[in-house]
C-alpha cells in the first residue's frame, strides 16, 4: 500500500498532467480536495513525531499588534529593527546571523507595534529547509507580514509560495461561505452571485469529500475551487502583508520601477534601513495596514482625556476595551456610553458586543 507522501506525489502528478478543461474540472477539483487532506493529515503527523529539526520559537506577543519581518537571508531585517525600534539585534555581512525571533516594540502615533526580526527563509522553508518549518509556525501569531527584500534579491514569489504551501493567504479574505447542517436532504448550493471559476457540482463534490453530507450551502462570491478547499480545511492564516524593498539607494529610479513593475498585489516602499532613508514612509505604512482606530476615554464624571488615544484594532468592541482596561472591567460591567461615529445618538448607551469606530469617546460603567 502506498505510504502518504507517495499517495501525494501521485496526486500531484496526475493534477500537472492533466489538461484542464470542462470536462475535466470536476475530476482535478476532487484530486485538488484530496491532495490538500493529505496534505494537512501529514503534517499533522510530523507534528506529533515533532519532525523540523528542534525547537520551536515561541515569542510573547506586546503591544497593540505584531508585526513579522519575512525575508531572505541578509536582505537587512536586523538593521531595520534596530533602526525603528528599541531592539538590538545582531548585525553582520553573511547569512543566517539572526539564530532566533528578535522582538522589538515600535511606536507610532500612539501606537505599539511589536516587530519581530524572522531568521531568513529559503527555498523549501514549508518542507522544513533551513528550520523554516518554526519560523512561519511563529508568523502565524502575527497581525501582519513585511516581506522584506532587497535591490539585488527581489523575487517575491519565492517567499509567498513557501507561505503559501504553510496555509497563509496573504492579501486575501476567507471566502463569504455559509454552511447550515442538516441531518438529511443531501447538500443543497444556493448563489447569490454567477460562478464562473467553478460550479455547483464541484463544490458538492469538494464538500462531501470532506464529509459534509447534509447541508444547505450559501456562496456570495464568484469563488475558485482553491478556496472552497481552504474554507473546508479550515486552517489557513488570513493576513494582510506589505513589501519593502531594501538598499534602495544602490539603484536608480528606473531600476526601482523596473522592481515595483514586477510586483503585484502589494503595496511597496522602497528604503534604506543603513541610511534612514523612507523608514518614516515605512512606518506609516505599517501602520496605516493594521487599521488601528483611536478611542478617547471619558471617565465617569469627568472630563475626556483627547491628549492620551487609547489605539486599538479596527472592529474592536467595548467589551474588547474593557479587558485591556482591566481584568474586572468586563465581569464588573454594567453599560457604556458612546459619542461619535459609531453612536446613533450623542451618549447612547450600548453593551459589550457594540463595535467601535476612530475617534469615538466612550465612557465604561461597572458595578462597584
Known amino acids: 500500500m502506498s505510504t502518504i507522501e507517495e499517495q501525494i506525489i501521485e496526486i500531484e502528478e496526475e493534477i500537472k498532467n492533466t ?31 515533532g519532525a523540523g529539526g528542534g525547537k520551536g520559537y515561541s515569542v510573547r506577543k506586546s503591544g497593540n499588534a505584531t508585526l513579522a519581518i519575512v525575508g531572505y537571508p541578509s536582505v537587512g531585517k536586523s538593521t531595520l529593527l534596530n533602526k525603528i525600534t528599541d531592539a538590538e539585534s545582531d548585525v553582520a555581512e553573511y547569512r543566517f546571523t539572526t539564530l532566533s525571533i528578535i522582538p522589538g516594540i515600535m511606536e507610532y ?65 476567507p471566502p463569504d461561505i455559509t454552511i447550515s447542517k442538516h441531518d438529511r436532504g443531501g447538500l443543497n448550493v444556493n448563489t447569490t452571485v454567477k460562478l464562473t471559476k467553478t460550479n455547483e457540482d464541484i463544490i458538492k463534490s469538494i464538500m462531501s469529500s470532506y464529509g459534509l453530507i447534509n447541508a444547505d450551502i450559501v456562496i456570495r462570491e464568484n469563488i475558485t475551487d482553491d478556496q472552497v478547499i481552504d474554507f473546508m480545511s479550515g486552517n489557513k492564516i488570513y493576513l494582510p502583508a506589505i513589501v519593502a524593498i531594501n538598499k534602495s539607494d544602490l539603484i536608480s529610479k528606473a531600476e526601482s520601477k523596473k522592481i515595483i513593475d514586477n510586483i503585484k498585489g502589494f503595496k511597496v516602499v522602497f528604503i534604506s534601513a543603513e541610511r534612514n532613508k523612507e523608514l518614516q514612509k515605512l512606518k506609516k505604512t505599517i501602520y496605516d495596514s493594521l487599521n488601528f482606530i483611536r478611542l478617547y476615554m471619558r471617565p465617569q464624571g469627568e472630563k475626556t482625556d483627547f491628549k492620551e488615544p487609547m489605539v486599538v484594532k479596527s472592529n474592536s468592541t467595548v467589551g474588547m476595551i474593557c479587558e485591556i482596561l482591566h481584568r474586572d472591567f468586563r465581569k464588573k460591567f454594567r453599560y457604556s456610553l ?13 453593551g459589550l458586543d457594540h463595535i467601535l469606530m476612530d475617534h469615538d469617546v466612550i465612557t465604561i460603567v461597572i458595578r462597584r
Open 109 to 173: 502615533k500612539g501606537a505599539k507595534i511589536q516587530i519581530l526580526d524572522m531568521p531568513g527563509l529559503i527555498k523549501g522553508a514549508s518542507k522544513g529547509k533551513g528550520r523554516g518549518r518554526e519560523v512561519i509556525s511563529a508568523a502565524r501569531s502575527a497581525d501582519l507580514i513585511l516581506l522584506m527584500l532587497d535591490v539585488f534579491s527581489y523575487n517575491l514569489d519565492t517567499l509567498v509560495n513557501e507561505l503559501y504551501k504553510a496555509g497563509f493567504r496573504l492579501n486575501q479574505q
Open 338 to 350: 458612546i459619542w461619535g461615529k459609531s453612536a446613533k445618538f450623542p451618549g447612547q448607551v450600548v
Open 19 to 49: 489538461p484542464y478543461n470542462k470536462a475535466t474540472q470536476h475530476h482535478i477539483g476532487k484530486l485538488k480536495a484530496k491532495l490538500a487532506r493529505f496534505r494537512d493529515e501529514l503534517e499533522k503527523r510530523k507534528v506529533q513525531r
